[in-house]
């Protein structure tokens, strides 16, 4: 059975970083694109990017630039490492298995001074 763990969140100043981590269990991780999306209180469920087996990337525009997928296929992991994060990336995180509906359980980041 697939299993995602998200890690990393907490409360960080406007400007500040955060690294979120992913561990996956029970899949063949480096046959998968995964990806990572967000769910601000009272909002949709918004996509970030995704990152295929190869390491290649695609990005949102509202986190282009700053923000960064990196995996390590030998480790099952992946990660978010989020830059010059702003009040309005507040929001609980969530890996996935990219188009399956494998997902974490997700990991809260606030952005607030």
């Known amino acids: 059975q697939p299993r995602l763990v998200e890690s990393g969140g907490g409360l960080v100043q406007p400007g500040g970083s955060l690294r979120l981590s992913c561990a996956a269990s029970?899949?063949?991780?480096?046959?998968?694109?995964m990806g990572w999306s967000r769910q601000a209180p009272g909002q949709q469920r918004e996509f970030i990017g995704t990152?295929?087996?190869?390491?290649?990337?695609v990005y949102a525009d509202s986190v282009k630039g700053r923000f960064t997928l990196a995996r390590d296929n030998a480790k099952n992991m992946m990660w978010l490492q989020m830059n010059n994060l702003k009040p309005e990336d507040t929001a609980v995180y969530y890996c996935?298995?990219?188009?399956?509906?494998?997902w974490g359980q997700g990991t809260q980041v606030t952005v607030s001074s």
């Open positions: 996935n298995v990219h188009e399956t509906n494998y």
């Open positions: 029970g899949i063949i991780f480096d046959r998968f694109t």
């Open positions: 990152i295929n087996s190869l390491g290649g990337t």
